[in-house]
């Protein structure tokens, strides 16, 4: 039950001043897709081009955020809508304090990705790094793939848990038909052109 003595603070620095000091708008950068898609690769490729850019930006990664603020969350479907619900709330205020965060989160589930949305309204910019489950098996860079086909780990997405993919997503990055480098171009031209204050 949620306390009645609970108010918003309003602060005294808007969005706009804050936009205006970085040099560019905020915002999350919700990069969503299998395990082995190249979402944290890619993440963390486009923080440093933009942070040698003079950018605030930083990023959100699942396997961290898993170590303290969801230590206590597994990852049956209720603690996995719990994550993205906890992730959402932090990366709206990254954002608010003008930063452009960008997430590599797997957020299988359509409604919680849309959850977010609705909690952070413009600022949410849902990009689908969009990989065949056969490649992302192929890559399995943690071996994880390998262990859920052998049922050492039971509810692994794509495998014996669902994945749902956006059904209009802002950005569409097709990793199976770009290099990463290619990709990483493909996300920076996203970034200048939602992002960019004063464009030339």
Not at 145 to 152: H, T, V
Request: glycine share 8%; proline share 4%; with cysteine.
């Amino acid at each position: 039950m949620k306390s009645t003595n609970i108010h918003y603070t309003k602060h005294l620095i808007s969005p706009y001043d804050r936009y205006l000091k970085n040099g560019h708008k905020s915002g999350i950068l919700w990069f969503t897709g299998l395990s082995g898609a190249g979402k944290t690769t890619l993440a963390l490729k486009l923080e440093q081009t933009l942070f040698e850019k003079g950018w605030s930006t930083f990023v959100l990664d699942g396997d961290s955020v898993r170590h303290g603020l969801c230590s206590d969350l597994g990852f049956s479907a209720s603690d996995r809508s719990e994550n993205i619900r906890r992730l959402g709330e932090v990366a709206k205020l990254f954002a608010e304090s003008g930063c452009l965060v960008i997430t590599a989160f797997i957020s299988p589930y359509r409604n919680d990705r849309e959850q977010v949305r609705r909690l952070a309204g413009d600022l949410f910019h849902e990009v689908y790094i969009a990989t065949p489950l056969e490649l992302c098996e192929q890559r399995d860079p943690k071996g994880l793939y390998l262990k859920a086909r052998s049922g050492e780990i039971d509810g692994f997405t794509g495998i014996s848990a669902p994945y749902e993919p956006p059904n209009s997503p802002d950005l569409w990055v097709e990793t199976s038909e770009l290099t990463v480098e290619e990709s990483l171009e493909q996300l920076l031209k996203y970034v200048e052109n939602k992002f960019t204050i004063f464009k030339q």
